[in-house]
């Protein structure tokens, strides 16, 4: 039983760090690249690298809370954000693409 447990951790780790370098693989298409990002950062919280707070970042509500991506080139960069205030995260990044 632990030993089929540590395999599929293993096997999590072994697809985390293949979808991290789909995401950082600059000759892939984006939208390759952002899915990889998205998975990554959800094999990580499922591994424990990043641990999902009780509320919002920013605005501290308690409800169910999204990972934002500042830049999908850091896949494991995320902020956990509840839908309201994801969405304001969002208009902020594309200000900043287009500005
Ligand atoms: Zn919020």
């Not at 293949?18 to 950062?41: L, Q």
């Not at 999902?52 to 990972?67: A, I, T, Y």
């Not at 995320?78 to 309201?84: E, G």
Request: proline fraction near 4%.
């Amino acid at each position: 039983m632990k030993k089929a447990r540590r395999n599929r951790q293993h096997a999590k780790f072994a697809r985390l760090h293949r979808h991290i370098e789909i995401s950082t693989d600059f000759v892939k298409p984006r939208r390759i690249r952002t899915r990889s990002a998205r998975y990554a950062a959800a094999l990580a919280e499922q591994l424990g690298l990043i641990v999902r707070p009780k509320c919002c970042s920013w605005c501290r509500r308690r409800m169910r809370l999204e990972r934002h991506h500042w830049d999908y080139d850091e896949p494991l960069i995320v902020t956990f954000l509840c839908p309201a205030c994801h969405s304001l995260a969002d208009a902020m990044t594309w200000g900043a693409d287009t500005a």
